[in-house]
């Protein structure tokens, strides 16, 4: 696993460190706890609905209020605009101080008294002259001119009717309200000016109601949320809680404590799970006991029948010896029958040292005898191998010019790319064998790689098991237990023997060692060198 001081560059700021340890922190919670994610996305869900649905209702409570405060609005304008123009048709004008008291007293008259409250103001700007940009205006109370919205002050001026906006008008004390602006162009017969007449609305009351109409929807639906949040969380956790359970069993059962069983109460699904898991732990508990004692006695049977042959093989190969020196002595067919005897004794003897070497492998008896080994020395000496010598087979080296020591038991070492190199001579089919090199500050890789017959299928794995040949056809000799031994030899040391091959192109098998023997019980699978045939 990498470390953040391995990372080359210049450090980043402190914060956004810390920010990044809470996130990964953040993220390996959200990852690993299942109830956190029930009850985030339930309060994430039941949020998006209440607030659709709080929307809706709030656009509904809104559209009604601003309907019907605009429809009462709009007729009681009207009414004032008729008032308005029956005044205007009754006044005769004699001159200009008559004429301003008569247009005061008409917004007075449509407006009320000033200290009485009223629903709405007047605005009456005139009388309008096309050439001059801003007419007279007369208002009930203190409202600018600006209130009124520019394009309904020109459709005012410009047609007939009854027009209105919704806007907003700053009172006396500089607060912005929400009004609704009435208006429409009125005409003196007497004089024949024009004059526009706005009616402004105050929809202060309709914003408060929806306000709280607003606050009680947000209060509410908070609380609606965080009650299905704890609703979600107290419910996940009934669920979780035996999951949790059988969770933690299970790691226990895995470790070796056979005996862990979940407690059963009810006649719930939970309670049924229960049973099925302890039904099947007890299964699981007969079948590893059982198993446990074949390994043992198989193993016991192994490390017997080995040590015991020894001694009688011993004797057998001794007289084998006598025969084969002298065979020269004897007639053909006898000569013959010497050397065959010496050659099977010399296949038992190895298959004995093979078994009794897994045996120590089964018991964890195997100990190492560490010194440093140069490995490109190891891959330099395979061009003399006498095995590929024998079978007229070209070995190239690749990587061997640099050292590549690493701390491990020479013998082992030697032992497993002897056993690459007897294998890919016996069994290849290639003519060529390329032995390659790689290193790392931690570890080194050593391949041998052939391009003959290859691998297919699962044979990649299955060619590390004891006794299995591919193909029992073209099997040359040999125990079967070469690879095997070769692989138990490689984890010995902290490192791994990986296979790869293509079929009708070629193996390669990848022993990679660490440079210092690991006893924390990890194990270094991954190669320096790219595999070819992966």
Do not use: C
Not at 150 to 175: F, H, I, K, T
């Amino acid at each position: 696993m990498a470390h953040d001081a391995d990372e080359t560059g210049p450090p980043g700021p402190p914060g956004r460190g810390m920010l990044r340890r809470v996130a990964r922190r953040v993220t390996g919670f959200w990852r690993r706890s299942i109830q956190a994610r029930v009850v985030v996305s339930t309060i994430v869900l039941s949020s998006l609905v209440v607030g659709m649905t709080g929307w809706a209702l709030l656009a509904r409570v809104s559209a009604g209020l601003t309907d019907d405060r605009r429809d009462a609005a709009i007729g009681e304008a009207r009414v004032g605009f008729e008032s308005a123009q029956a005044q205007f048709d009754a006044t005769v004008v004699t001159d200009g101080t008559t004429q301003a008291q008569a247009l005061n007293q008409l917004v007075d008259s449509l407006t009320g008294p000033r200290d009485a409250p009223r629903g709405h103001e007047v605005v009456l700007e005139g009388p309008l002259v096309p050439e001059r940009d801003q007419a007279p205006v007369r208002s009930s109370s203190a409202i600018d001119a600006s209130a009124i919205p520019a394009d309904l002050r020109r459709s005012v001026e410009s047609r007939s009717g009854v027009l209105w906006r919704y806007s907003a008008v700053v009172r006396p004390g500089g607060d912005r309200v929400p009004a609704l602006v009435v208006g429409q162009r009125l005409r003196s017969p007497g004089t024949g000016e024009a004059y526009a007449m706005f009616y402004v609305f105050s929809l202060e009351d309709q914003a408060e109601t929806l306000a709280l109409v607003r606050n009680a929807l947000l209060a509410g639906g908070g609380a609606m949320v965080l009650m299905v949040g704890a609703v979600a969380w107290i419910v996940s956790r009934q669920v979780l809680n035996p999951v949790r359970l059988a969770r933690r069993i299970a790691e226990r059962f895995a470790s070796g404590s056979l005996e862990q069983r979940m407690l059963v109460q009810g006649e719930d699904d939970i309670a049924r799970l229960s049973t099925s898991f302890n039904q099947m732990a007890a299964s699981l508990q007969s079948q590893i006991r059982r198993l446990e004692n074949l390994s043992r006695l198989q193993q016991r049977f192994v490390s017997d029948v080995s040590h015991e042959l020894r001694t009688p093989l011993t004797t057998v190969q001794m007289a084998s010896e006598v025969l084969y020196d002298a065979r020269h002595r004897f007639d053909p067919q006898t000569a013959r029958s010497a050397e065959l005897l010496k050659r099977e004794l010399d296949r038992f003897e190895e298959l004995l040292v093979n078994l009794l070497d897994l045996s120590r492998f089964d018991a964890g008896a195997a100990r190492l005898e560490l010194e440093p080994v140069d490995l490109a020395a190891v891959a330099r000496r395979a061009v003399d191998d006498p095995v590929l010598q024998r079978h007229g087979i070209t070995v190239r080296v690749l990587g061997g010019d640099e050292r590549a020591v690493v701390q491990a038991d020479v013998r082992r070492v030697d032992r497993v790319v002897r056993n690459l190199l007897t294998n890919a001579a016996r069994y290849s089919g290639s003519d060529v064998v390329e032995v390659e090199v790689g290193q790392a500050a931690d570890r080194v890789t050593l391949v041998v790689r052939d391009f003959g017959v290859g691998l297919s299928g699962d044979e990649n794995l299955r060619v590390f098991d004891r006794f299995w040949r591919a193909d029992p056809a073209r099997a040359h000799g040999g125990t079967g237990l070469g690879l095997a031994i070769s692989r138990e030899d490689a984890a010995l040391h902290g490192g791994s023997l990986q296979a790869w091959g293509r079929a009708g192109e070629g193996a390669e098998f990848v022993l990679t060692l660490p440079r210092e023997v690991r006893r924390d019980g990890t194990v270094l699978s991954e190669p320096v060198v790219t595999a070819v045939f992966a």
